[in-house]
């Protein structure tokens, strides 16, 4: 698609001075920087006068351009940002040292700055993660452990002052308590006017002039120590216990985070979970598989006696209703599934050879097995 011709695009002549392209290229970008106008299309208009900008106020890439039109830009020449009227100020386009000039445009406009501004009170500390490993029985059955923490704590010397007497907290003189100072700063606009967090105070509107022996003026102590924490029956892995006020520590007297333990679940041996559900191997000899007996199979609440059916294949599972792990919150239980792994031995004795040579010749001149799985292969 052609572009349009950048005097047209600005509303100049080509006999127009540098001051009048500035001043036309000001009106352009305030009407249609698109953190001011929303309409469609706006963004690609502010685009479009930029370019525009960017060429004809560049006296070298002006004669080329009135001397040759878009030609001479066609090749990949650059077009950007020698001309910039922002760059005296320290920011293109697209920034202001690191400020987005969004920001700039809606002060100038008197929208008020479009970042959220920063709360100088008092501010809740962040919330914090550890991870803790627990046995898969402590996990199921539930237990009080011992967990080491470390948290900052509120000084009880100064009740989280970070002053020696309540005298000696005093009100900042540069902001008055506000916390914040206003500073105006001259732009191509004219005169605009911000807020910064008050130099002297930090923030907190309060000067400290005697600081408290104990914190240092801190206002809170730095704690290690075991705290028992009681892990809940049915706990599984990655969900997460929560500790009030043993995060991290507040700014300008605000309250601390909370502390989320996070569990890791030690493997048991035997059991595996599966949600609420457990899952066990159980060896059997192929005589108890053929002939079937009652075993005492472990579940995690004890012993439960189950009966291996006659004829048990090897994996072949049972399922023992009611004896996997109550849910944590409704306190409803899984089931355990019982995988049979049929064990055939390595080793015989002469009889025990021999009475298996019996029970082959008994089955008579009748197909084995496997005859029969190759047969399959043949048809």
């Known amino acids: 698609m052609a572009k349009r011709d950048f005097y047209e695009v600005l509303g100049c002549s080509k006999s127009s001075s540098k001051?009048?392209?500035k001043s036309a290229?000001?009106?352009?970008?305030?009407?249609?920087?698109?953190?001011?106008?929303k309409e469609p299309g706006a963004e690609e208009k502010f685009k479009e006068v930029q370019e525009a900008y960017d060429v004809l106020y560049d006296d070298k890439k002006r004669q080329m351009y009135d001397q040759f039109g878009m030609a001479a830009f066609e090749q990949g020449a650059s077009t950007g940002g020698q001309g910039n009227p922002f760059s005296g100020a320290g920011f293109g386009s697209q920034g202001f040292g690191g400020?987005?000039?969004?920001?700039?445009?809606?002060?100038?406009?008197?929208?008020?700055?479009r970042r959220q501004q920063r709360s100088f009170g008092p501010q809740r500390g962040e919330d914090t993660l550890q991870r803790i490993r627990v046995p898969f029985m402590d996990c199921v059955m539930g237990k009080k452990v011992l967990v080491p923490v470390s948290y900052d704590e509120k000084c009880e010397n100064c009740n989280g002052t970070g002053a020696k007497t309540a005298s000696d907290i005093q009100t900042?003189?540069?902001?008055?308590?506000?916390?914040?100072?206003?500073?105006?700063?001259?732009?191509?606009?004219?005169?605009?006017?911000s807020q910064e967090v008050c130099p002297e105070c930090g923030g907190t509107g309060k000067i400290i002039k005697d600081k408290c022996p104990k914190c240092g003026g801190k206002g809170y102590n730095h704690i290690k120590r075991d705290m028992e924490v009681n892990i809940p029956?049915?706990?599984?892995?990655?969900?997460?216990?929560?500790?009030?006020?043993?995060?991290?520590?507040?700014?300008?007297?605000?309250?601390?985070?909370?502390?989320?333990?996070?569990i890791v679940i030690i493997p048991h041996q035997f059991f595996k979970r599966d949600g609420n559900d457990i899952h066990i191997d159980i060896p059997i000899s192929f005589v108890d598989a053929t002939l079937g007996k009652k075993i005492d199979v472990p579940t995690v609440y004890g012993e439960c006696e189950v009966e291996i059916p006659a004829g048990t294949q090897p994996n072949q599972i049972l399922r023992l209703k009611g004896r996997g792990i109550k849910d944590m919150r409704k306190g409803t239980p899984g089931d355990e599934y019982i995988h049979i792994q049929i064990k055939t031995p390595t080793k015989v004795t002469k009889e025990q050879k021999k009475l298996l040579e019996?029970?082959?010749k008994s089955e008579g001149k009748d197909e084995s097995i496997f005859d029969k799985f190759k047969k399959a292969f043949s048809r």
Do not use: T, W
Not at 25 to 37: E, G, M, Q, S, V
Not at 99 to 113: A, C, H, Q
Not at 172 to 187: D, I, K, L, N, W
């Open 19 to 21: 001051d009048e392209i």
């Open 25 to 37: 290229y000001r009106k352009l970008a305030k009407k249609y920087h698109p953190d001011i106008n």
């Open 99 to 113: 400020v987005d000039l969004g920001d700039i445009f809606s002060s100038f406009f008197g929208g008020g700055p």
């Open 172 to 193: 900042c003189p540069h902001c008055h308590g506000a916390g914040y100072v206003r500073v105006q700063q001259r732009s191509i606009f004219g005169m605009m006017e």
């Open 233 to 262: 029956a049915g706990i599984n892995e990655g969900q997460q216990i929560r500790i009030r006020g043993k995060g991290e520590h507040g700014v300008n007297g605000g309250e601390n985070g909370d502390l989320y333990l996070e």
């Open 358 to 360: 019996d029970y082959q």
